[in-house]
């Protein structure tokens, strides 16, 4: 593992709440990586989208932020970084992607973003001092095969920040049911061109599992065991979200 490429997973989103399929792409993504060889996965953070993005239902984003961070308590390597959400405004996925980089201790983060390096938990917990790579991990967005293909939907992405985002990070993309990912990218002269950056992660278990959906059933008053961490169930019950009565 040593001599392989160091990998950090971002995946942003609204995870409006987080569902155990948000914790899937991490697992499914992290062990096509090490198939191919080449790389280590190293950390996952989950970034939620501020408030200001005013997808409809968005709960709050402290309410989110407090979600994922129940959902994450059993994984030792993905966190949660409020830091998008805590924005004055709204941030292009881009944007999140690239901000200032910082050098640190012995180089292992000299390519991530200053602020998921400065006063904040460290995202190599599990990793020894010994197994830490010498260079800096490279960062990736994650995502489903679903948000490949908005890149295609007219005046939602810029074509800069598509171009941007696949050719200085690159991405990896975890099959949805429904979806053709190799189809989207054929389709899209720009993903075509950067595909060596863009890794087709197939998940195993195919599951039609949405935050929607979720919303959906909450609001009829349906059971959502074993879709949902149940702390994240407990909390949604707590707060009285997602339900006809909350606002």
Not at 16 to 21: D, L, R, V, Y
Not at 53 to 65: C, E, G, M, P
């Amino acid at each position: 593992m040593k001599s392989r490429i160091p990998v950090v997973l971002l995946a942003c989103g609204s995870f409006n709440p987080i569902t155990n399929m948000h914790l899937r792409l991490f697992e499914v993504a992290r062990d096509h990586l090490h198939q191919t060889g080449l790389y280590q996965v190293i950390g996952g953070i989950i970034s939620p989208v501020n408030d200001n993005y005013r997808k409809k239902d968005l709960v709050a984003a402290h309410h989110r932020v407090a979600m994922a961070r129940l959902a994450l308590q059993t994984s030792d390597w993905v966190r949660v970084d409020p830091w998008e959400s805590e924005q004055v405004q709204w941030m292009e996925t881009v944007k999140v992607l690239s901000t200032e980089p910082l050098n640190c201790e012995n180089d292992t983060c000299g390519h991530l973003p200053q602020r998921l390096t400065q006063k904040r938990k460290p995202i190599f917990r599990g990793i020894s001092d010994m197994d830490r790579p010498i260079t800096g991990p490279e960062l990736k967005l994650l995502c489903g095969a679903d948000v490949l293909k908005t890149f295609q939907t007219p005046n939602l992405w810029k074509d800069a920040h598509v171009q941007e985002i696949v050719e200085k990070f690159g991405i990896v993309c975890v099959s949805r049911t429904g979806h053709n990912p190799k189809e989207y990218i054929s389709g899209s002269p720009i993903l075509h061109r950067y595909r060596h950056n863009i890794h087709l992660a197939r998940e195993p278990v195919q599951n039609e599992l949405s935050s929607t959906y979720v919303r959906q059933a909450l609001s009829q008053g349906h059971s959502v065991k074993y879709l949902l961490p149940d702390a994240v169930i407990a909390y949604i019950k707590d707060h009285n979200l997602y339900t006809r009565d909350s606002s």
